[in-house]
């Protein structure tokens, strides 16, 4: 008897926002896709949730306060290993002038899974994010 086991993506990816529901379908989706997904409703818990998974993505909802984005992308500094960040928010509140790169939360998942892919390729080597 074979088993087949599916090999998982080395992309870990750690999902951040208010918007519970949003998590769980952006995580349910990323995960059947091949990915490592973790996820918090508490931007507290951003950098212990990077470092117990070893994020090499994190997506952050950035649609309710984009403040408590901004704190949790400026405390991904402090990580050991580089961490790729896509950035999510409503459409409605979304310009392209004043969000350049800014994905709409509830748009394509492909789409999301292109930029995560780009997100974790670009990231800085590890001795470049320590100098």
Known sequence: MFRFERELSPVRVVLVGRDRHFLHVAATFIER?????????????????????????????????????????????????????????????LSPLTNPGVLPKWGSFMRLLREIERAHSERPALQASLV
Do not use: K
């Open 33 to 93: 896709s091949g990915y490592h997904v973790s996820a918090t409703d508490r931007p507290s818990e951003v950098l212990e949730t990077i470092s117990r998974v070893r994020a090499t993505v994190v997506v952050v909802d950035g649609s309710d306060y984009l403040a408590t984005a901004v704190r949790s992308m400026s405390a991904m500094d402090d990580t050991q290993e580089p961490v790729g960040v896509v950035t999510v928010a409503e459409a409605r509140t």
